[in-house]
């Protein structure tokens, strides 16, 4: 507990002496925003083909995100700081012990003895500036683009950084473009390198410190949004994504259409018989040679009426490796129709049926109640011996208390199942109790 105060007690010195200082600069003090969170989050997962114990783990998680303006001026600068803080209320025993730098717990770090430390925390901060529409960020970023995305699936968020820079000049574009150089995982303080799956483990481990992203985001119309994302990461891959989403209103009911192509290649020494041999390689089929070699389409259609909203959709995956994209093991977030609760549905050869239902009860008079039921179904997978196969099914809760003394209280929960004949059959909960409480 000493340490989460000492964080807290250490940003508000930080934001007191900056407020001070920028006591001239009406914009930076008038547009700034704090904004005081809380998120309590218990997560079981029950191995069901293995001897595994079950896993349980509980936890209280406390953020001040502060937001600052701009300085007047023709170039306008600013300052965010996110500090955050979580505290163990239940580790469920011991996690395991290994490489303690390397192999973290699932929600909180281990300690020398492999137990799950009891609070861990970190602070962000992102220095900005502003000219015209067009905005610089350098420090920590929590990018959601097709070829990144934060992972915020336990206690903690996933954070990155490095600096970006996005531009709305022109009407309708929006334009990105950055380098990221470490990633602090959800589950950690520290930061680290950023690699891939089939690579970031064992005595060749291999890490790169250079990603670089750009893209555009273009609405012809109101109803029509095209995009174009590039990214890559030195020494493991290139990864090209173009994506189209359209809103089509209906005379009864709406369609929403959803089409996704990602196209990724090798970079460095992962084009290399050499380079692989040292350890950059990529996961992938039964007897690949580790080379990034992966196409991968997707077309998801809604169909939605008073509250309810249906979806079906399809995925294929081509090219001897698994999809590519920054994974350090303990967690990720993919722009993919498959990025289910606990599986992703990447693998090389991997076909991928998806159906959901989901209903706002909005729709009756109870506002802030939604629920979701996914289905996702993959088969050929290419592995030893034959062609695997697996599904998983996530079934979801959320309500929003809409007044009196708690309103503002979110309240999750969220159950999934996964099965197949080649991975561990996994059942898992996960319940979030969230409340944020604005400052000024």
């Known amino acids: 507990m000493n340490k989460s105060i000492l964080t807290l007690a250490v940003t508000a010195a930080i934001l007191g002496q900056t407020l001070s200082q920028q006591a001239s600069a009406a914009g930076f003090i008038e547009d700034s925003k704090a904004t005081l969170s809380f998120k309590n989050f218990y997560i079981n997962q029950d191995v069901r083909n293995q001897d595994a114990p079950r896993s349980e783990e509980w936890g209280q998680g406390f953020f001040l995100d502060f937001k600052s303006g701009f300085t007047e001026g023709p170039v306008g600068f600013g300052l965010d700081v996110l500090a955050m803080h979580a505290l163990r209320l239940d580790g469920g025993g011991r996690a395991g012990k290994a490489d303690i730098e390397r192999t973290p717990g699932t929600m909180f770090p281990l300690e020398s003895n492999g137990k799950a430390k009891t609070d861990?925390?970190?602070?962000?901060?992102?220095?900005?500036?502003?000219?015209?529409k067009t905005e610089a960020r350098l420090g920590t970023l929590m990018p959601k683009m097709p070829v990144l995305t934060y992972n915020d699936g336990r206690l903690l968020p996933q954070l990155f950084h490095g600096a970006q820079v996005t531009s709305n000049e022109i009407k309708d574009l929006t334009l990105t473009a950055g380098k990221i150089e470490h990633s602090t995982e959800r589950n950690s303080s520290d930061s680290y390198?950023?690699?891939?799956?089939g690579a970031n483990s064992g005595s060749k481990a291999q890490f790169s410190n250079e990603f670089y992203f750009g893209g555009a985001d273009y609405k012809p119309t109101k109803d029509l949004l095209l995009q174009y994302y590039y990214g890559n990461l030195r020494d493991f891959y290139k990864q090209h994504f173009f994506g189209l989403v359209h809103d089509w209103k209906l005379p009864v009911g709406a369609l929403k259409s959803d089409l996704r192509y990602f196209y990724s290649d090798s970079d460095g020494k992962n084009e290399s018989s050499s380079g692989r041999a040292e350890g950059y390689r990529s996961s992938g089929a039964n007897g690949s040679s580790g080379e990034v070699d992966n196409n991968l389409w997707s077309a998801m259609f809604t169909y939605s009426l008073k509250g309810h909203a249906l979806s079906a959709g399809y995925q294929k995956v081509?090219?001897?490796s698994d999809f590519p994209h920054i994974n350090l093991g303990s967690g990720r977030t993919l722009h993919l129709i498959t990025n289910a609760q606990i599986g992703k549905f990447a693998s090389a050869g991997e076909n991928t049926w998806v159906a959901g239902y989901s209903y706002d009860f909005a729709a009756i008079g109870v506002p802030g109640l939604k629920t979701s039921l996914t289905y996702f179904?993959?088969?050929?997978?290419?592995?030893?011996?034959?062609?695997?196969?697996?599904?998983?099914?996530?079934f979801r809760v959320d309500y929003t208390v809409q007044e009196g003394m708690l309103k503002g209280v979110g309240l999750s929960w969220r159950?999934?199942?996964?099965?197949?004949?080649?991975?561990?059959?996994?059942d898992e909960n996960r319940l979030i109790v969230s409340y944020s409480l604005p400052l000024f």
């Not at 861990?120 to 015209?132: A, D």
């Not at 390198?193 to 799956?197: N, R």
């Not at 179904?377 to 996530?394: L, P, Q, T, V």
């Open 377 to 394: 179904s993959g088969d050929d997978i290419d592995a030893a011996g034959s062609d695997n196969k697996e599904w998983e099914r996530n």
């Open 318 to 320: 081509t090219g001897n």
């Open 120 to 132: 861990f925390g970190r602070v962000g901060v992102t220095g900005k500036m502003r000219f015209s």
């Open 415 to 426: 159950n999934a199942a996964l099965r197949g004949n080649d991975t561990r059959d996994l």
């Open 193 to 197: 390198g950023l690699s891939i799956a």
